[in-house]
């Protein structure tokens, strides 16, 4: 059962209402990729003016658990089993996209990869990272 951005949206608003100060946006899903945006204010930052690390993490992880929803549906309990995370170079203080694609989905288990691109930073993605998500069992 795939859903759309705004069934996507609402399900977060619904099932997280703490996130709602981050002001996250899904741009894009066609089934295979999501775009998740974050735009970014001080309370991101870290000494420096850079993203900091979480906030990227954050990103990252939202970006993969809407993916996997949109693929199989509103499953609150999906849960996080693993992230790393790369960073790969200083991002601007900007508004940041990551853009989510799952590897493989199994019964119990879905891999994603997501890259984090900083609006500004021409050079390619400021992180990559892979997440697994364990899938709850159907309820009968």
């Known amino acids: 059962m ?7 949206q609402s399900f ?6 703490q996130m709602a100060p981050l002001n996250m946006q899904v741009e894009a899903f066609d089934g295979h990729m999501l775009r998740l945006s974050l735009p970014v204010s001080e309370a991101q930052l870290r000494p420096g003016g850079t993203v900091s690390g979480p ?3 954050t990103l990252a992880d939202c970006a993969a658990y809407l993916l996997l929803l949109g693929q199989i549906g509103p ?3 999906a849960v996080t089993t693993n992230l790393n995370i790369n960073f790969l170079r200083k991002p601007e203080p900007k508004r940041m996209t990551a853009e989510a694609r799952m590897l493989k989905r199994g019964k119990t288990l879905a891999i994603m990869e997501i890259g984090i691109y900083s609006e500004g930073v021409e050079e390619g993605p400021v992180a990559h990272a892979t997440l697994t998500y364990a899938i709850p069992p159907a309820r009968k």
């Open 12 to 17: 977060m608003a619904r099932e997280f209402p």
């Open 2 to 8: 795939q859903m759309t951005i705004a069934e996507l």
């Open 75 to 77: 499953v609150a309990l």
């Open 55 to 57: 906030t990227m993490m």
